[in-house]
């Protein structure tokens, strides 16, 4: 069992940067896929970005070169750097843990999800 604890959502202007952090429980954390996903108001879960556990990373068309995922082993934790914000990526953000290395963009394969962090970007 995983528990995974989101902080670092806020308000912030556009162009702003925010750092989302996941913490989680449990001594296999570097065994884990991490994913970062958000959901907006009215629309279904959408993929951010993963970082598998050997590190390779993966973003959505909308985020990339503008958001970092990384992750710290010997903190069990999953960070989220998002720059140059726009209103819309307004959305509540959720990490999400999984020992599936495939399909990692899919919201499906992941078993445990954090209760989610709010994320509002103001034009």
């Known amino acids: 069992q995983v528990q995974l604890v989101e902080s670092g959502g806020g308000l912030v202007q556009a162009g702003g940067s925010l750092r989302l952090s996941c913490a989680a429980s449990?001594?296999?954390?570097?065994?884990?896929?991490m994913g970062w996903f958000r959901q907006a108001p009215g629309k279904e879960r959408e993929f951010v970005a993963f970082i598998r556990s050997g590190g390779s990373t993966y973003y959505a068309d909308s985020v990339k070169g503008r958001f970092t995922i990384s992750r710290d082993n010997a903190e069990n934790t999953v960070y989220l750097q998002m720059n140059s914000l726009k209103p819309e990526d307004t959305a509540v953000y959720y990490c999400?843990?999984?020992?599936?290395?495939?399909?990692?963009?899919?919201?499906?394969?992941?078993?445990?999800w954090g209760q989610g962090t709010q994320v509002t970007v103001s034009s």
């Open positions: 449990g001594r296999t954390f570097s065994s884990y896929a």
């Open positions: 999400a843990a999984t020992y599936n290395p495939y399909m990692l963009s899919s919201r499906h394969v992941y078993d445990y």
